[in-house]
């Protein structure tokens, strides 16, 4: 933008003769039909406000635009605000969290609220909606990311990432059904608006069938996974491919078999390792801790949660870095550090608030298991995760903390508070056919 002059803030006038100067202008020669030299020379005395006609005449012969002309200004306000957008949602892309991010947001939306720009006050609260996401506020997340998805000017095609962080919102605060219902919507959206645009169907249905067996409707979820499977083979698109392997993953755990799910997330991993989005890798890594540590190999696991830990660096979000800590407390405890165990657990359960109820449980019991002597005191907290988990139906999950928590009792010389628990878990194990680990893509 170009500079105005030492005295303070440049009237349209004194802009006019400047221009005229630079381009070594008289005011005759700048004068055309309609727009005297006299016209002129009253414009730059301050004595008239040139027209919008005068404008459009004069600008193109001045080398600039009517715009900058009138205001000093190469870009209008509404123009500006897009720049600004545009720098914040980098920021935000670059940075896992940024208070200059969202002091940004929060201003573009006031200052786009009052100019009655819906467009600009939407992506403002979507942004926002992220942040608070991503510092595992998710009520504000919602209540920001459902403001902007009801202005209905940002589609599930056009801002894909506003949908899934909004229903990942819906389903780390325990309202798994309410994800479901907005991913069917969106789902449903993109194959009648863009049929052909394949990756956006594979992102969609993926993230609907993780909410499905969240809900523990496993055949549902594999309806969905079949289609999205057969449309992700005809496109090239890594991310549809790498969603294609999280998918089969997902799939073989649902099956009980976590090697073939490794052997799938593996090949996640050789695609991702070829792209720079390492936030995907790492959580690659925590999904195959995850599956480790569950199927008895805690050293293997610690090695991927070591490498995620690495790709996350020091600006994880409060989700993954809950993800992480639980998982690293659990292969710690299975590898007799349980001093590491607790420590990594507390630190989970400190992101945790309001959040995963699996992730809670799991901390929960991992730190009851590695401190026996306070499982009484974290018993109260424990079954309402629990309760959380039954009211979602999700059977398998809540058979797997129930086991982690009859180990504790059974450190804690329980014995038949063990065996109870264990029969409550095995009822449950027959409910569902298995909860598959890992997070969203």
């Known amino acids: 933008m170009r500079a105005g002059n030492e005295a303070g803030v440049e009237t349209v006038g004194q802009r006019l003769r400047r221009l005229r100067q630079e381009n070594g202008l008289s005011q005759r020669e700048l004068a055309s039909p309609g727009v005297s030299y006299a016209y002129i020379s009253r414009?730059?005395?301050g004595a008239r406000r040139p027209s919008v006609k005068a404008l459009r005449?004069?600008?193109?012969?001045?080398?600039?635009?009517?715009?900058?002309?009138?205001?000093g200004r190469d870009l209008s306000d509404r123009d500006q605000r897009e720049l600004r957008l545009s720098e914040a949602e980098l920021t935000l892309r670059l940075e896992q969290d940024s208070p200059e991010a969202e002091a940004e947001f929060a201003a573009l939306l006031a200052e786009a609220q009052a100019a009655g720009d819906a467009e600009a006050a939407a992506r403002a609260r979507a942004g926002l909606g992220e942040?608070?996401?991503?510092?595992?506020?998710?009520?504000?997340?919602?209540?920001?990311l459902e403001q902007a998805r009801a202005a209905g000017v940002l589609s599930p095609l056009t801002h894909a990432d506003l949908y899934a962080t909004l229903a990942r919102a819906y389903s780390a605060s325990g309202q798994p059904r309410r994800a479901v219902e907005l991913l069917e919507d969106c789902l449903s959206r993109v194959q009648a608006q863009a049929p052909e645009d394949v990756s956006a169907e594979v992102r969609f249905a993926t993230y609907l069938s993780y909410a499905l067996s969240d809900l523990g409707e496993l055949e549902r979820a594999r309806v969905v996974v079949r289609q999205a499977l057969g449309r992700a083979q005809k496109t090239p698109d890594p991310y549809s491919r790498v969603r294609l392997y999280w998918s089969l993953a997902r799939l073989s755990l649902m099956e009980g078999k976590p090697r073939s799910a490794l052997r799938q997330i593996q090949r996640a991993i050789g695609l991702l390792e070829a792209t720079e989005d390492t936030r995907q890798l790492a959580r690659a890594h925590l999904s195959s801790g995850e599956i480790l540590t569950d199927d008895g190999d805690p050293e293997q696991?610690?090695?991927?949660l070591e490498l995620a830990e690495k790709l996350l660096g020091d600006h994880a979000d409060a989700a993954d870095l809950a993800w992480l800590y639980s998982e690293q407390a659990r292969a710690s405890l299975l590898v007799g550090e349980d001093a590491a165990a607790e420590r990594l657990a507390r630190q989970a359960l400190s992101l945790l608030a309001g959040g995963d109820p699996l992730k809670r449980a799991r901390a929960y019991a991992t730190l009851?298991?590695?401190?026996?002597?306070?499982?009484?005191?974290?018993?109260?907290?424990?079954?309402?995760?629990?309760?959380?988990l039954e009211a979602e139906r999700r059977w398998?999950?809540?058979?797997?903390?129930?086991?982690?928590?009859?180990?504790?009792?059974?450190?804690?010389g329980r014995e038949q508070a063990a065996?109870?628990?264990?029969?409550?878990?095995?009822?449950?194990?027959?409910?569902?056919?298995?909860?598959?680990?890992?997070?969203?893509?």
């Open 301 to 304: 696991a610690q090695t991927h």
């Open 43 to 45: 414009i730059e005395a």
């Open 131 to 144: 942040l608070a996401d991503r510092r595992g506020d998710f009520a504000t997340a919602i209540e920001e």
């Open 368 to 388: 009851a298991e590695a401190r026996p002597e306070e499982i009484d005191a974290l018993q109260a907290e424990f079954a309402q995760a629990l309760e959380v």
């Open 57 to 71: 005449q004069l600008a193109p012969k001045l080398g600039v635009s009517v715009e900058y002309l009138e205001t």
């Open 419 to 441: 065996l109870d628990v264990l029969d409550r878990a095995a009822a449950y194990g027959v409910r569902g056919s298995g909860q598959p680990a890992g997070e969203r893509l």
């Open 396 to 412: 398998p999950a809540a058979a797997s903390v129930l086991r982690t928590w009859s180990r504790a009792l059974r450190r804690a």
